[in-house]
């Protein structure tokens, strides 16, 4: 029985703390708003559950993480799906190999050039939404079924 608890515990801590969920719970980073980059190339890519981590200028030993950054123009954020589980519009699903990144030290925005392309993010954080508190959910239980519901929905 020991035995089984451990292995159950191991198989689910440990991907945890090794597919990013430890950096979850960690305060954030100032290393992104910090960092300068001057027509920087992706090199190369990682992917753990959905969480990119880029190599830049061939550098094997220093990873990048642009998950926190979102489109400049607030109309291209799509923001959470849960049903995928990610943010699809994050600058870290958008970034591949060959595409070059310009940021200025201390500014939360980054210029990607794809080709002819180019595409503006800024760091969520800078964002006016960042700012707002989420919506306050209400449960509401009818008989055998439970609903969340946020509050606007119920009036």
Known sequence: MALVAFLVAFYTIVPFLFGGGLARLLPPSTEDFDMA???AKVTDVSM???YYHYYLNGDIYKQYDFNGYVAADP???TGMK???GYDPS??????RRGDRLTKAAKSPLVT???GSIVTHWILYSATPESKVPPP???VVM???TVMVHELSDLF
Do not use: P
């Open 37 to 39: 980059l001057a027509d």
């Open 48 to 50: 753990n559950r959905q």
């Open 75 to 77: 109309v291209d954020r």
């Open 82 to 84: 849960d049903t995928l």
């Open 90 to 95: 994050s600058l870290g699903h958008y970034l």
């Open 112 to 114: 990607v050039h794809r």
């Open 136 to 138: 306050k959910k209400y």
């Open 142 to 144: 009818d008989g055998d």
